[in-house]
């Protein structure tokens, strides 16, 4: 089939389309361009979380855990990768271990 039949095809397809469906098409798209976007972002998110609990876990040594930060900020633990120390929220932490050790699991 060459690049004729196949752009006639689709006239044809599209020409064959009840005309109540037409306008719903476009909308329809780009919702569907946007669920693949969002998915190939939360698929992203994943691996640098298990790729930061990679590190926390196997590169990094807990010093200290739970510092209190006042009021308005979440609690960190302290934590020293080489030569570097760095201070990570409690909570970002345990997602990333969580997800680093799910990832084990599974393999």
Same mark, same amino acid.
């Given at each position: 089939m060459n690049?004729?039949?196949?752009?006639?095809?689709?006239?044809? =397809? *599209?020409?064959?389309?009840?005309?109540?469906? +037409?306008?719903?098409? #476009?909308?329809?798209?780009?919702?569907?361009?946007f669920f =693949? *976007?969002?998915?190939?972002?939360?698929?992203? +998110?994943?691996?640098? #979380?298990?790729?930061?609990?990679?590190?926390?876990?196997?590169?990094?040594?807990?010093?200290?855990?739970n510092i209190d930060n006042g009021l308005f900020q979440s609690n960190t633990n302290k934590l020293k990768c080489g030569d570097v120390i760095e201070n990570v929220s409690v909570d970002e932490y345990q997602e990333a271990i969580k997800a680093y050790k799910k990832s084990q699991a599974n393999r």
């Open positions: 690049s004729m039949d196949k752009k006639e095809l689709r006239k044809e =397809i *599209f020409q064959e389309l009840p005309s109540e469906l +037409k306008p719903y098409l #476009l909308p329809l798209l780009i919702l569907m361009v =693949i *976007f969002i998915s190939i972002q939360n698929q992203t +998110k994943i691996e640098i #979380l298990i790729e930061k609990g990679n590190q926390y876990t196997n590169r990094c040594q807990l010093i200290e855990t």
